[in-house]
């Protein structure tokens, strides 16, 4: 063993990674499993990779918690940003692969391994997101990517897979899902299209609540502390949120944007929690944030989703936003109700000690009480004070 090439894969129990696994532990490398848990693995799940991955011919298989550190690291400023791609993609999936890529390398670096693998094809956005975070943090460690190098088919691969003895279901889910912790990413022959809905049976949850039933989601300083008056850690709030909210299947759309590489993407998504966790964030940050602060954030959090998105995370410019983001929910504490409905979810409104709308300076349209008529008048006349010289000026334009 001491002769052979030390390598760790990012390893997921599908058809790439095993392939990548059986061809590279054959090549001679002592290849090292790692996968990584940001919330879309039960335990009988891991078991079962780790089973299979044993059985591909590696040396060692481990599995990373980071549901966690995915909440810290990531999800925790997507819910301060309501970042939402295209105004409707919470960035589910390429949230997740920026905390696995990095896990991956800081465990490779821990074993002293020469070389890194992960299954990624040439044509998406997740080998840019893998090398670029690996090329970064251990750029003395050498990408292997086989899947992309030898440009396979899935059917070569399941060949060459059967012909050493590797003999497990490959048949392809008509759909293709993936599940984290900020949502679950559904793929079939209908994204490949830009006319062809997901049909109902595409979606991982299926409605199973009619009546309505409302809950309460505290934040304090923009984290999500408490679902009805129970507090947890917001990754678990989450979790359990997701739990109730699913089964009135809602958080359900199809995202269209650009990838990283250049082409025009389309993927079907769920996520319940998410969604509902950042249209509360935001309506409670509406009641609570400043009119500059607000749309300052605005611009920001897009592009700290879009850097995020482009696997960008590691530049330092993510960590100033990070920085202004945080600043940002000093005053966003409160409580809002949110009401489940079939497919769908309704806001009623918020609670707050820092809510803007506080009726001794007066209720909108109604009543003014910290200004008296002349000085609005006064306000007014000078507010109107440009548009009407550039008016004059210009008056033969």
Known sequence: MKNLKKLVIAYSGGLDTSYCAVSLSKAGYEVHAVSVNTGGFSKNDIQTIEKNAYKMGVSTYKNIEAVTTFYQKVVKYLIYGNVLKNNTYPLSVSAERIVQAIEIIEYAKSINAQYIAHGSTGAGNDQVRFDMIFQTLAPGIEIVTPIRDQKLTRQEEISYLKSNGIDLDWEKAKYSINKGLWGTSVGGDETLTSDLALPESAYPSQLESDAPQTVTLTFTKGEFTALNGVENAAEVNIQQLNEVASKYAIGRD??????????????????????????????????????????????????????????QYLDPVMRDMEAFLTSSQNSVSGEVEVVLKPYHFSINGIKSPHDLMNAKFGSYGEVNTGWTAEEAKGFIKINGNQNKIHQQVNSEL
């Open 254 to 311: 199809i995202h269209v944007g650009d990838t990283i590489v250049g082409i025009k993407g389309r993927v079907g998504f769920e996520a319940a929690a998410a969604l509902i966790i950042v249209k509360a964030h935001h309506l409670l940050e509406k009641h609570t944030l400043t009119k500059w602060q607000l749309q300052h954030k605005d611009y920001l959090s897009n592009f700290y989703g879009m850097h995020l998105h482009e696997g």
